[in-house]
């Protein structure tokens, strides 16, 4: 819901932002997969809402989050099926930029 709020929301969207990535980043600091659901609602959602999606993500730490497989291919998908101008392809480039690349990660994601 605070996610949706943040991308939807009428109101100035300065404020309304760092709202939701105050929170949002509150949130996956202690629940990080509900950076899962987050782009899997992406994925459904209509084109228009992207560029606030875009701005939002820009603003997250995702240090935490260990992107599924599925994750991986959904973000994949965005970077084979759309043009790299895409607001759609930029996201799946932000996402992927923010993740945690450090030796760490690896061996947690090899536990799963």
Not at 22 to 45: M, T
Not at 76 to 99: A, F
């Amino acid at each position: 819901d605070i996610y949706h709020i943040g991308v939807t929301s009428t109101v100035e969207k300065q404020s309304t932002d760092l709202a939701c990535k105050n929170c949002l980043s509150a949130i996956i600091d202690h629940c990080p997969g509900v950076v899962s659901v987050i782009i899997n609602n992406i994925d459904k959602q209509t084109l228009k809402d992207l560029p606030n999606n875009l701005r939002i993500f820009r603003g997250l730490s995702l240090l935490s989050w260990l992107p599924s497989d599925d994750d991986f291919k959904l973000l994949t998908t965005w970077l084979q099926t759309t043009p790299v101008t895409s607001l759609t392809n930029q996201l799946s480039r932000v996402i992927i930029k923010g993740l945690n690349w450090g030796s760490e990660a690896t061996r947690q994601y090899k536990r799963r």
